[in-house]
């Protein structure tokens, strides 16, 4: 679970909700003070939200680009239905989809940059394939680059995934408020997930969570311990298509940090590892990711 730094919203962000064709998602958008350079959609993982971003929203902005964090469906703010088929890895690809149809045909913002955290990584990735099987004919994809922070090709490592299926074996028996007393003593561990968080934040994190679809949880969770590699898939799309960005710190409990570099040589990606960061350099390092980031959009 990322947790932001801080919850105060930069000069020019604010809150709102993005209408599409598939629904409202909530968001926070920062706005560039001066000329527009492009436009960015970022994608939190499992368990997050669009929170997980804000450190990285004045960076970006003062850059010149209008950004949109989301919260994905059975998320926080944006919520969704008690149907596991709404949580598939395909149903969400087809919500980024229907996100990116959405900012760009609000117009005036340039090229629009694709970010996908953690399990929001393997989404964006299904939006890619699923937009480029659409396009088949010869569609030029929407996005100018593609970016994937912390996220590996496919099932997470089997200590993480031992974790994930023990929350999925309790959530249709146990209610959030008593899952979450027990995560935090299981925290205490330490570790990349040792966490010491402002009464503010600690506060966030647990209304965040109480505010999770459980159906989302069991479904997405269920996906993390058992997808696909579908890498080579990816990068046959990505040859003719936009560039790519392997992003991660230098240590990551979900996917092993040389996991996720094969990925980048097999996608034929840049490859960014942000020192002193763990699973979340968006909220552990953002200036570094920002440069990072930046260099590619440039």
């Known amino acids: 679970m990322s947790m932001p730094p801080f919850l ?20 926070l958008r920062a706005e560039p003070a001066g000329e527009v350079r492009g436009s960015a959609l970022l994608v939190p993982g499992f368990t997050g939200s669009k929170e997980d971003f804000i450190a990285l929203l004045e960076p970006l902005a003062s850059a010149g680009y209008r950004v949109t964090a989301v919260d994905q469906r059975g998320q926080y703010e944006t919520g969704g239905p008690d149907d596991p088929a709404a949580y598939a890895v ?27 955290h953690s399990f929001g990584g393997q989404v964006v990735r299904e939006a890619v394939l699923a937009e480029a099987a659409a396009g088949a004919g010869g569609t030029a994809l929407p996005w100018a680059s593609l970016t994937l922070m912390s996220t590996g090709p496919g099932a ?28 935090q003593r299981m925290e205490e561990d330490g570790g990349d997930r040792a966490r010491h968080p402002s ?29 696909p590699d579908r890498v080579d ?54 200036a570094a990711t920002a440069e990072a980031l930046l260099a590619l959009w440039g």
Do not use: C, K
């Not at 105060?8 to 968001?27: C, D, H, I, N, Q």
């Open 8 to 27: 105060a919203l930069p000069s020019g962000a604010r809150a709102l909700r993005v209408v599409t064709a598939r629904g409202e998602f909530a968001a």
């Open 90 to 116: 395909a149903a969400l690809g087809a919500d980024v989809r229907a996100l990116t149809a959405a900012l760009l045909a609000e117009g005036g913002a340039g090229p629009l940059h694709l970010l996908g």
């Open 156 to 183: 997470i490592d089997p200590a993480e995934a031992e974790r994930t299926r023990l929350l999925i074996d309790v959530l249709p028996t146990m209610g959030l408020e008593e899952i979450w007393q027990v995560m």
């Open 199 to 227: 009464p503010e934040v600690a506060g966030f994190l647990h209304r965040r969570w109480l505010a999770n679809v459980p159906r989302a949880l069991i479904t997405t969770g269920g996906h993390l311990v058992a997808a």
């Open 233 to 286: 898939e990816l990068a046959a799309v990505l040859a003719a298509g936009p560039p790519a960005l392997v992003l991660s710190g230098e240590r990551d409990y979900a996917w092993p940090v040389p996991e996720q570099t094969a990925m980048a040589e097999r996608l034929g990606a840049r490859r960014v590892v942000v020192a002193r960061a763990g699973h979340s350099p968006n909220a552990e390092r953002p």
